[in-house]
């Protein structure tokens, strides 16, 4: 009977070794220990949230593809790789190396389905700047994302940065890639055909990271634990010469299948690729190269050392993939074959040293868990608008908005990434959604990620639900078609019921949005035990959405363009300041309900918008999140550093409180400039679809002006959005 | 078997801002009186050679040709007999 | 006019210089793996931008010693046309094709941002097609831009006109604004900025192009020459 402790170590429960001794038969070897104990944690076996993410659509408009690590949608005879993966603990211990290899994991998830990879994007949350530590962490993660994309050569075009409490103990880094390649040369992640060879290429392996999905990703973070060995160091530079040697090996007719590894390295990657093959393979440590002297079985079998990938190849073609990966200095040797019974086998100084069916392994157990509706949350939901006293000056608080860290302006943060390698981004950060170019067809992609967790908190199945829309709607005023979805589901400790409420409730949201928009979840992540003993996380299930320009030259930003330009606002605004940027930050109150979303009215505004756009009405198009009105109103006069406009808003005829007619966060809004000609039409095409569609004002001045409550210079909006960021990094 | 262990910073004439902003970094937490840091690379080098003359010459060689660049950066070393 | 773009383990911009000449300058343009020992017959050689090597060591070191490199100093000794663009750059620096040296940006952070430069010579066969003075958006993205000379060397730079594009507003610490240079004979160009990524409209500038239009443009000329 292997001890208690033993076991535990290695983060298995009492019940999880009863279930590997029943399926062994027999004592597990402690190679073999290892082995399940990562396998079956939650960050590589999803035993917890499995089952629950089967409620998503897997089908949608585009044709989809669902592989074993990735997937994605075609377009034409293109495939469009992508997924979104997180990096928190790593990045909350290390956060330069652990957002620098969480990069390269995701990156290797798309060259290993075949896919040159083409941009990042990357959705960041912190606690507040003021913070020391959150500062820290702030520097540190995005100096690890330039310094691993940069030398990668992929653009990292996108994404999100939040500051907010909640994650003050519990950074997210969720790192999201995209990647194209030919519909006929996508590679499968899985093992087949006795007697083809099982190789190893890439890096050689040390003890980085051993344990770091098991023990470091499937725990809360503790007051006083030294973590920071289970953290992997990056090397872009190899993985840059692995892209090309990858890419060179697939060319080729050789190879049957490959598997990144990633979490859990060896052990994951020839589990998964036997049991999706439905194979075996036997596997001889021996051969594997290493970077370290004395390295135990078990140890080279959970080692998570970075730019290494498990390639099933044709027999008789070993020499040819050795040859291209000797050609870029890296390591291409056999180290096993497949084999005709299903069992995975590791051989170690001749002996055998585990021995299980693949199965076995990549099955982890399926959990229940028990789910319950916290009962603060009812008391949170209760916000009697009434009690909230209105502002004096309303200056003042678009100002305070403006340069909150969340809503800043992030340009400190992307002008260190490398954005425009690759020469297709046609459409650079800082505007709803990044656009690239897809060279020679005439077409484009265009990308964003999304999530409001405050609303999540108060609300998981609507905020999940918002999360979806509102990439939708990001995709739409950059002048693309929703295609397809990826998530990174973060969220606290699965065995905490209330936790564990919000996770079933986000997912269920989210798959009813995506059905409704009909677009395909094809990828995706789960993280889970995020949480520190300042609390959990706020719930939030980050959404990566692509949509696709079907004619490159429709594409449209979000800021003004020409003096003289009519505003419209297209969609209701109601009196609701539930969940807002300005109740937390003027009135310091997290509360209320999450704000209404009809979809059926969303939809019909995303229509809308994306005809106008196609008819060429459109100058620029805006859709309003986080500060409400006003401060989407700023950020389209603003954004574009080259020209800034002033713009003049008469009043908007109302019978609801002015805060919330400025700053609530009505969902289904979208702020329209363009010409008057173009915004007569603009009104038909809204009455068509029942949209409402009101002209609010004018591009014009150097003043920014919305009715009788807010005056003032459009040099000081500016500078404040500005700096709002950049006074607590400089 | 002899151990080379050099440094290689900048020249004094080249501006090193890093060396500045760790400077400023090491105030911020008072420590006092710092004068100055210049921020470089330590390279250790372990090589066979007949003898500690011939290892200084080859090491000599190495910095010039290859670890150091003679425009910006200047280099000192140590050999030992390991 | 047959191109040559130059791929060193760990170069990124391979690709959009190749993009460059190909699609858009429409003219042959091959790859040339860095351990090649021989040059065919190339008009023109491109050492492009990335992080060759990783980068490790000082940018540029390491690729400076790579085979061929020694074809490429002698190609340029003989009147070959070489650009450097950003990495590139850097590896002409340490190749000494180009006098001086480049040193991590003063901000100590990575910068990607469309620059204004000025164009302070069009007597090269890289720069023709501007306007002498003219002022061009053309895209930096760079970690070492910080470009350093000695006194003497700055003097010897400006004696010979050898300052092509200099910076509007300094980005990087770089003495004197400069941002490309050519060596005294005027047949080796080195930028820091990159033409490739500014030579489509769609992308947010074509100020980047005339690099290659000049260059395609002499090329043409020095064949007609006895």
Redesign the interface.
């Known amino acids: 009977m292997v001890k208690a402790e033993v076991y535990k170590a290695l983060g298995l429960s009492d019940s999880e070794y009863q279930k590997v001794e029943e399926l062994m038969g027999r004592e597990p070897s402690p190679t073999e220990l290892a082995m399940f104990s990562v396998e079956w944690s939650e960050h590589c076996g999803y035993p917890r949230s499995r089952k629950w993410l089967k409620l998503f659509p897997q089908t949608g408009k585009y044709p989809s593809l669902v592989g074993e690590d990735s997937g994605g949608f075609i377009l034409d005879d293109l495939a469009i790789i992508f997924k979104m993966e997180s990096h928190n603990h790593p990045s909350q211990v290390e956060p330069k190396q652990g957002a620098a290899t969480g990069v390269g994991g995701i990156i290797r998830d798309i060259f290993t389905a075949g896919a040159r990879p083409i941009a990042s994007l990357d959705s960041l949350r912190f606690g507040p700047p003021t913070e020391a530590y959150s500062n820290f962490l702030l520097k540190g993660v995005v100096e690890g994302i330039?310094f691993y994309g940069?030398?990668?050569?992929v653009p990292t075009v996108g994404g999100e940065v939040y500051f907010d409490e909640s994650y003050s103990g519990n950074c997210l880094v969720n790192a999201m890639s995209i990647g194209i390649a030919p519909i006929n040369k996508i590679a499968r992640a899985r093992a087949q055909g006795t007697g083809n060879a099982i190789m190893y290429v890439g890096s050689s392996t040390g003890r980085d990271g051993i344990g770091g999905c098991s023990i470091l990703a499937s725990a809360e973070f503790c007051e006083k634990e030294e973590k920071r060995p289970t953290v992997q160091i990056g090397?872009?530079?190899?993985e840059?010469?692995l892209i090309e040697a990858t890419l060179e090996m697939l060319s080729t007719d050789y190879v049957v299948g490959i598997k990144d590894m990633g979490a859990a390295g060896l052990t994951c990657s020839s589990a998964e690729m036997a049991a999706a093959g439905g194979v075996g393979m036997e596997i001889d440590l021996d051969m594997v190269p290493r970077r370290e002297e004395g390295m135990e079985p078990w140890e080279v079998m959970m080692s998570e050392s970075q730019e290494r990938m498990l390639v099933c190849v044709k027999k008789g073609k070993e020499e040819e993939i050795t040859r291209i990966f000797e050609k870029?200095?890296l390591h291409g040797v056999i180290i096993g074959r497949v084999t005709e019974d299903k069992m995975v086998r590791i051989k170690d100084k001749g002996k055998v040293v585990a021995e299980i069916k693949s199965e076995f392994l990549a099955n982890a157990p399926l959990y229940d868990m028990p789910a319950e509706k916290p009962d603060y949350l009812e008391k949170i939901n209760d916000l009697d608008l009434k009690q909230l006293t209105l502002p004096q000056d309303y200056n003042a608080v678009l100002l305070k908005l403006l340069a909150s860290p969340t809503i800043a302006s992030k340009e400190w943060v992307?002008?260190?990434?490398?954005?425009?390698?690759?020469?297709n981004?046609?459409v650079?950060p800082g505007s709803d959604a990044a656009v690239l170019?897809l060279?020679g067809t005439g077409k484009g992609i265009a990308a964003t990620s999304d999530c409001n967790s405050r609303y999540c908190y108060l609300n998981p199945y609507r905020g999940a639900q918002i999360a979806v829309a509102e990439a939708a709607r990001n995709l739409i005023c950059s002048g693309a078609d929703p295609a397809a979805v990826t998530d990174c589901l973060n969220f606290g400790n699965p065995e905490k019921p209330d936790r564990f409420w919000y996770f079933k409730n986000c997912v269920q949201g989210i798959a009813d949005a995506c059905k409704s928009f009909n677009v395909a979840v094809v990828s995706g992540n789960v993280s889970l035990y995020n949480e520190s003993p300042k609390g959990a996380i706020y719930p939030t299930p980050t959404i990566g959405m692509l949509g696709v320009l079907h004619n490159?030259d429709k594409r449209c930003t979000q800021y003004f363009k020409n003096e003289g330009d009519i505003i419209l606002l297209l969609g209701e605004t109601k009196e609701e300041l539930g969940g807002s940027e300005y109740l937390k930050l003027i009135h310091d109150q997290v509360a209320g309900d999450a704000p209404a979303l009809d979809l059926d009215k969303e939809k019909a505004l995303q229509n809308v918008v994306y005809t106008a756009i196609q008819q060429d009405l459109v100058n620029s198009a805006h859709d309003c999140a986080e500060g409400g009105l006003a401060v989407a109103l700023a950020e389209s006069c603003i954004s574009n550093k080259d020209q800034i406009f002033g713009a003049e808003i008469k009043a908007i005829p109302s019978e609801i409180r002015k805060d919330a007619l400025l700053f609530g966060e009505s969902q289904s809004r979208i702020i329209i400039s363009c010409s008057k000609d173009a915004a007569a039409k603009v009104q038909v095409l809204a009455k068509q679809e029942g949209v409402a569609c009101l002209e609010i004002g004018k591009v014009v001045g150097r003043s920014f002006k919305i009715a009788d409550l807010i005056n003032l210079p459009i040099e000081q909006i500016s500078e404040s959005w500005r700096n709002g960021l950049t006074r607590y990094v400089k | 078997m002899f151990q080379a262990e050099i440094k290689i910073t900048l020249k004094k004439t080249v501006a090193d801002p890093q060396g500045l902003t760790v400077k400023h970094a090491l105030e911020s937490l008072d420590f006092k009186g710092i004068d100055g840091i210049r921020m470089g690379k330590f390279i250790i080098v372990r090589l066979e050679a007949k003898d500690q003359a011939q290892a200084e010459e080859e090491v000599a060689a190495m910095c010039q040709k290859l670890l150091a660049n003679p425009i910006i950066e200047e280099f000192y070393f140590e050999v030992k007999k390991i | 006019m047959k191109f040559g773009v130059v791929v060193f383990?760990?170069s990124?911009?391979d690709?959009?210089c190749f993009?460059?000449i190909n699609?858009l300058l429409k003219q042959p343009v091959e790859y040339i793996w860095h351990k090649t020992t021989k040059l065919d017959k190339f008009d023109a050689i491109i050492l492009p931008?990335?992080?060759s090597?990783?980068?490790?060591l000082r940018t540029g070191a390491i690729a400076r010693f790579s085979p061929i490199m020694e074809e490429v100093i002698k190609y340029a000794k003989g009147g070959g046309v070489v650009i450097g663009i950003c990495n590139g750059f850097q590896i002409l620096l340490e190749a000494g094709l180009l006098p001086g040296a480049m040193l991590r940006n003063t901000s100590l952070?990575?910068?990607?941002?469309y620059v204004e430069l000025k164009v302070e010579n069009t007597a090269t066969p890289f720069t023709s097609d501007y306007e002498p003075g003219q002022k061009v958006r053309i895209?930096i993205?760079h970690?070492e831009g910080n470009y350093y000379i000695d006194a003497k060397g700055l003097q010897s730079l400006k004696d010979n006109r050898q300052i092509v594009f200099r910076y509007i507003k300094n980005p990087n610490g770089s003495i004197e604004d400069i941002a490309g240079i050519v060596n005294k004979e005027g047949n080796v160009l080195g930028m820091m900025p990159?033409p490739?990524?500014s030579?489509?409209k769609?992308?947010?500038s074509s100020d980047g192009y005339p690099v290659f239009t000049s260059l395609l443009k002499w090329l043409k000329q020095k064949s007609i020459k006895p």
């Open positions: 330039a940069n030398c990668l050569g090397d872009p530079f190899t840059k010469c870029w200095d992307y002008e260190q990434y490398d954005h425009m390698v690759q020469t981004t046609v650079l170019k060279k490159l | 383990p760990g990124n911009c690709q959009d993009y460059a699609d931008g990335g992080f090597y990783g980068d490790y952070h990575f910068i990607c941002k895209p993205a970690n990159h490739e990524r030579s489509e769609d992308l947010g």
